[in-house]
């Protein structure tokens, strides 16, 4: 890769790294399932009428849209507004890689491979670690909420793999269009009216600020120079920059948060990203797929390469094509 894109790759990975701290501020201005639904409304809202018109079935949009938009985004908005810290959170998310190959093997008959198994065995056990920490720490109920979330991200990623989009930011902002409503009436119902008014009605610059980040930065910048890099380079060169994210969550919690990291959870991370790099990148090397490990959750397609129609055998200097027989008078 050229140095230019090497640092748009690490600019992406750290824009979604960021979006953790950018969650965790915002949830100080709106109630988890309101925030969720301005997030994709703005996501949606105007870009929809510029990326076109769906390139896939609508049952897939749909589909992935409440997977991902309402039970993922929504029980990770959740978990953090119970008190899960944003830096663990893009650690222990990356776990979704680990029941993306579970629910591939249930659902899509992939066998993965005992590079893929070790991998997710030292993810778990990462996990394990996480948990131990939190429990100690924090509140159990939260961490567990962020699992599911990681959880329906999985489930998402197949979805997404069996829609096989052409177009990944096309995809996404459709995708987008669908959990509005659904976290609108969902927190209406649970978060109540008067609560989210006065979350509304309190709107500032700063609020403005946080759902223009999670909206558009995160989603139309990252998928768009995302699908670029994926035009541009094979998808087991861009794919690994996807494991900088919890680098970068991490990180900017402490700094901007003040969030501190105990022994454990460095430990935690670096057996969850190793692991989440030894389940995902191995499968990449053995399908030329990219790995589903991205902020969004959405599986990008495979490289160009692979996507092109398998060729016939060469013919050799001495196949030659047979003569076409000669039109009668």
């Not at 985004?73 to 507004?81: H, P, Q, R, V």
């Not at 995809?171 to 009216?193: D, I, N, Q, R, Y």
């Not at 490289?303 to 027989?325: I, L, M």
Request: hydrophobic share 55%; proline share 8%; glycine share 10%.
């Amino acid at each position: 890769m050229r140095p230019l894109h090497i640092a748009l790759a690490a600019l992406v990975a750290a824009v979604w790294g960021v979006n953790f701290v950018v969650i965790e501020i915002g949830l100080g201005h709106f109630p988890p399932l309101l925030f969720s639904a301005l997030r994709f409304l703005v996501a949606a809202l105007p870009a929809v009428f510029f990326v076109g018109r769906p390139k896939v079935a609508w049952k897939w949009i749909v589909g992935v849209g409440l997977v991902l938009g309402v039970a993922k985004f929504g029980l990770l908005f959740i978990g953090m507004d119970r008190g899960m810290p944003a830096g663990l959170s893009s650690l222990v998310l990356q776990v979704q890689a680990v029941f993306t190959a579970l629910f591939a093997a249930l659902a899509l008959g992939e066998r993965p491979g005992r590079v893929r198994m070790s991998g997710m065995a030292v993810a778990l056990a990462g996990i394990g670690v996480a948990a131990i920490d939190e429990g100690a720490s924090g509140p159990v109920l939260a961490f567990v909420l962020v699992i599911a979330a990681a959880a329906c991200w999985g489930v998402s990623n197949v979805l997404t793999r069996k829609a096989a989009p052409p177009d990944s930011l096309n995809f996404m902002v459709w995708v987008s269009t669908v959990p509005v409503l659904p976290l609108l009436g969902l927190s209406l119902l649970f978060e109540g009216w008067d609560r989210d008014a006065d979350a509304l009605a309190a709107l500032d610059w700063s609020g403005v600020g946080i759902i223009v980040y999670v909206a558009w930065i995160t989603t139309v910048f990252g998928f768009g120079a995302w699908g670029f890099l994926l035009r541009h380079h094979p998808a087991s060169s861009v794919a690994p920059f996807t494991l900088l994210v919890p680098v970068f969550g991490m990180s900017s919690a402490a700094l901007l948060l003040g969030e501190s990291v105990s022994p454990l959870r460095w430990c935690a991370a670096a057996l969850l990203v190793g692991g989440v790099a030894l389940t995902s990148l191995a499968g990449a090397r053995r399908t030329g797929a990219a790995v589903p490990a991205t902020q969004e959750g959405i599986p990008e397609p495979e490289s160009e390469q692979a996507q092109q129609p398998e060729q016939g055998p060469e013919r050799g200097p001495e196949q030659e094509p047979e003569p076409r027989p000669k039109a009668r008078a």
